[in-house]
């Protein structure tokens, strides 16, 4: 048998349990049909369409179009009786006038968020060569933190710490830019941190580089910052107290170890009973999911309900997570998207600003929504390293008016090509994370 061949019957075969798994989280039973388009006999319906890539999965169940392709991040097609959808390797380049017939979403010129940065120089070489951090993934391994070794936690540091650092940056660097929220913190001096489930503290270092990068005036950052990981938490103080001497800000740190097993158990005790201008959650939501026993989880809700009230008029708060699935719930970022807009429907006060079709339709939508942005950071053990999240930047009522983050008349990306329901109809195609540097009139 052609070399080929064999490998893209262990393809094909992969692909068929990947897709099973993803249909049995939706809680669907229909069949369905993958076909390699190189080697196997296709149907004859096929023929009217243009094939693209290795694979063509299909089903006869049209009704499933919208919920598989919020879920999959993938543009789904009709033809007749038949859904289908592409996967595995590109090896033609559609034509402008297929394109059109199948719906594709048209090449223009859109503004992404910026998703790529490098880590700073100084804290590469601190992290690598003076506190030994190692890159080494192990996703398996780290989906639950509270009890890694001093060994693993370095694994961890080279691993996981540049691409939150990167996540924090980038997405702080965007909000940063809008001309609004500049005049609100033009005459800040201090600054207040609450980062619940910090770990070692990329999320935090790639707000304070953020921060360094658009604020100069602002002089003192005051973080308060909670693990249960007492060895990542030693960590996180070394490297604060080298920014320390990197920055003329001063930087005040304080932290507290305490073991979450639950969020609604958490008790919000009178020393941080107070207002923060930033709240940071990066990928700790999850682990606690994963302590959970059933599908009734709501951790992200919890969180929302608990700590949103602690931030300030004009604070943000970012709540990030790992785009994966428990073994016993459905993925990360519909437990998310449900549970946020439940919770904000809830405080009223509060509201979402990115993505930003969240901010305008949260309080209403009741979809199943898969969200998800990419992310690369590059460092001295490796270049380009690749992260999957999904997040949502929260805010109080008062702050989104004032940033009016309206979507009227766009076509909002929120994974990859996949566009809001709610902004089908839109016009020019943006990027449903990136906030406009500039404020409409």
Request: glycine residues 4%.
């Amino acid at each position: 048998m052609h070399q080929g061949v064999k490998d893209n019957r262990t393809m094909k075969s992969d692909l068929i349990k990947h897709i099973e798994e993803i249909f049995n989280s939706l809680g669907l039973t229909v069949s369905f049909e993958v076909f390699d388009c190189c080697h196997d006999t296709l149907p004859k319906w096929t023929k009217d369409i243009q094939l693209s890539h290795e694979f063509i999965v299909c089903c006869e169940d049209i009704s499933l179009k919208q919920k598989l392709q919020v879920f999959i991040g993938k543009t789904i097609f009709e033809n007749g009786k038949y859904i289908y959808w592409f996967e595995g390797d590109r090896f033609i380049e559609p034509d402008s006038s297929s394109a059109m017939e199948q719906n594709i979403v048209k090449e223009e010129k859109i503004e992404y968020l910026k998703t790529d940065t490098r880590l700073p120089a100084y804290i590469d070489d601190f992290i690598f060569n003076q506190l030994n951090a190692i890159y080494a993934p192990d996703f398996q391994r780290f989906e639950h933190n509270l009890d890694l070794t001093g060994e693993e936690i370095r694994n961890y540091l080279g691993t996981y710490f540049p691409r939150s650092y990167a996540e924090s940056f980038c997405i702080f660097d965007n909000l940063f830019e809008n001309n609004v929220y500049q005049k609100i913190i033009f005459n800040v001096k201090k600054l207040s941190v609450l980062s619940v489930g910090c770990g070692t503290g990329g999320d935090i270092i790639g707000l304070i580089t953020a921060i360094e990068k658009h604020f100069p005036i602002i002089s003192e950052i005051n973080i308060f910052a909670i693990d249960g990981n007492n060895e990542a938490l030693t960590i996180l103080e070394k490297i604060i107290d080298r920014i320390q001497n990197q920055t003329t800000k001063k930087i005040n740190l304080k932290i507290k170890q305490t073991v979450f097993n639950s969020i609604s158990e958490f008790l919000i005790e009178d020393e941080i009973n107070q207002k923060f201008d930033f709240i940071l959650s990066s990928k700790f939501v999850c682990e606690i999911i994963l302590m959970g026993k059933g599908k009734l989880d709501n951790s992200y809700y919890n969180f929302v309900m608990k700590f949103l009230p602690l931030l300030s008029e004009k604070g943000l708060c970012l709540l990030l997570d790992v785009t994966t699935k428990p073994k016993h719930l459905t993925y990360n970022p519909i437990l998310m998207n449900k549970q946020v807009n439940q919770a904000i429907r809830e405080l009223q006060k509060y509201t979402s600003l990115i993505p930003r079709p969240c901010s305008e339709y949260g309080e209403i939508c009741l979809r199943d929504c898969f969200h998800q942005k990419t992310f690369s950071v590059s460092h001295s053990k490796r270049s380009n390293d690749i992260s999957r999240v999904a997040y949502r930047v929260l805010v109080s009522q008062i702050l989104k008016e004032k940033m009016n983050s309206k979507v009227k008349n766009s076509k909002q990306l929120i994974n990859n090509e996949e566009i809001c329901p709610f902004t089908e109809n839109g016009e020019m195609t943006v990027d449903a994370f990136m906030l406009s540097p500039y404020n409409p009139k």
